[in-house]
Nanobody, 131 residues
Framework: QVPLVESGGGSVQVGGSLRLSCAVPESINDRYCISWFRQLTFRRLREKEREGVANIDRRGGAGYYRDSLKGRFTISQDNNKSTVFLQMNDLNEEDSGVYYC???????????????????WGQGTKGTVSS
């Protein structure tokens, strides 16, 4: 499975928004869910593992979110299921980091745990939030 390509990162001020995109090739069947993970800038080095953010069931469009991000982040996809979006609102400095998307067979909490189960990571897209 090829790594997915993330884009849309950038620099915003506290309270601002970013919309990230994940390009999903046709070779990835829509049975596979897409999950967003992030590697936070302000986490101590030895704890800089990726944490699950949200994922989407591409067949029905249902989203699942990390509890602490509900209400601020929204995951969606385009009609062609070729792009998955992560809309991030009311950002704070602690949201700064590199955001990745991956494909996998799980949805929900299982998908967002144990990032090591995903073998193919892309370059990610970096978001920086400053005051």
């Amino acid at each position: 499975q090829v790594p997915l390509v993330e884009s849309g990162g950038g620099s915003v001020q506290v309270g601002g928004s970013l919309r990230l995109s994940c390009a999903v090739p046709e070779s990835i069947n829509d049975r596979y869910c897409i999950s967003w993970f992030r590697q936070l800038t302000f986490r101590r080095l030895r704890e800089k593992e990726r944490e699950g953010v949200a994922n989407i069931d591409r067949r029905g469009g249902a989203g699942y979110y990390r509890d602490s991000l509900k209400g601020r982040f929204t995951i969606s996809q385009d009609n062609n299921k070729s792009t998955v979006f992560l809309q991030m609102n009311d950002l704070n400095e602690e949201d700064s980091g590199v955001y990745y998307c991956v494909a996998g067979p799980h949805w929900g909490v299982t998908a967002l745990r144990s990032p090591s189960k995903y073998g193919h990571w892309g370059q990610g897209t970096k978001g920086t939030v400053s005051s």
